[in-house]
């Protein structure tokens, strides 16, 4: 499995987070321990910390990030999370990381001038009892964590309940919902949504009993007018047909381009928010 998640040089840090997944993978007794101990679970979120921010360790975040998601999941393979930025600082990013998954760095997100980053929503597969980081960046590089544990179960090798020829159908279908309010050069949120099964290579086909493949979006990326909302890096821990909810200020055409694993290519542009009567 691979990961795409670089601050700063993206071929060394792909292999570094690919050899954490395959070594983490290889050793399911330690990664039961790590859902029990929480020193086990500490030891694994400091390795996953060195590989992803070297020297640079994450402080508390308190009054810079917060992390909303259920202690209990409902559905593994689509646990919700909110990631709030109520503070003054300018953001630069934000790293999503669920430690105990295959592929632990769910979603880097960096972003543009045209970001309004206070709220994120998501939805990811969640494979076992696990801590899930919220990192956020700040302009001058300093790291800022919130931390929460929950508990969830098979969420990475759940199946989608259909046929891989339906979860295939309009693969690559972009969709982009603004509220009724939203106005051109005035914050808001907004609602993307792209049809695709996010296969990870863990799920088994319910007709042919055989693995599927792994297809997965590798990025994600927004702009408005000619700013840049965000770019977003993501692996097999995003849920199968994203929906996304971020921030923007909205200056004109919003634009959407998508890539996977398999080199797929989708863009589709839609009109920003009007001016009304």
């Known amino acids: 499995m691979r990961a795409f998640f670089a601050p700063r040089a993206v071929a060394s840090f792909g292999f570094a987070v690919a050899a954490l997944t395959a070594a983490f993978m290889a050793s399911p007794p330690a990664r039961a321990a790590a859902g029990d101990d929480p020193a086990e679970r500490e030891a694994r979120w400091q390795d996953i910390a060195k590989t992803v921010f070297g020297d640079r360790a994450p402080k508390d975040g308190a009054g ?27 953001i630069k990013g934000m790293y999503l990381i669920i430690d105990d998954n295959p ?49 969830a179960a098979g969420g990475c090798s759940a199946p989608m309940g259909m046929s891989n020829e339906e979860a ?43 693995y599927t493949p792994a297809r997965y979006i590798q990025s994600i990326s927004v702009t408005t007018g000619d700013k840049k909302v965000f770019d977003l890096s993501t692996d097999i821990s995003l849920a199968s047909n994203p929906v996304i909810s971020f921030g923007l200020v909205p200056q004109g055409e919003v634009k959407i381009a998508v890539d996977d694993s398999n080199k797929a290519h989708w863009e589709k542009s839609f009109p920003g928010p009007q001016l009304s009567n």
């Open 103 to 151: 592929s632990p760095v769910a979603a880097h997100f960096i972003f543009g001038p045209a970001a309004d980053p206070r709220e994120i929503k998501l939805r990811v597969r969640v494979n076992t009892y696990t801590n899930v980081h919220a990192i956020a960046e700040t302009a001058d590089g300093g790291l800022y964590e919130a931390v929460r544990f929950i508990k």
């Open 64 to 90: 810079v990030i917060e992390l909303g998601t259920s202690l209990r999941a409902e559905d593994a393979s689509l646990v919700p999370m909110t990631v709030t930025l109520p503070g003054k600082e300018p």
């Open 168 to 210: 295939m159908k309009d693969i690559g279908d972009i969709r982009l919902k603004f509220p009724p309010d939203a106005a051109p050069g005035k914050a808001t949120q907004a609602t993307l949504m792209v049809r695709h099964p996010n296969f990870n290579g863990m799920q088994m086909d319910q007709i042919s009993r055989m």
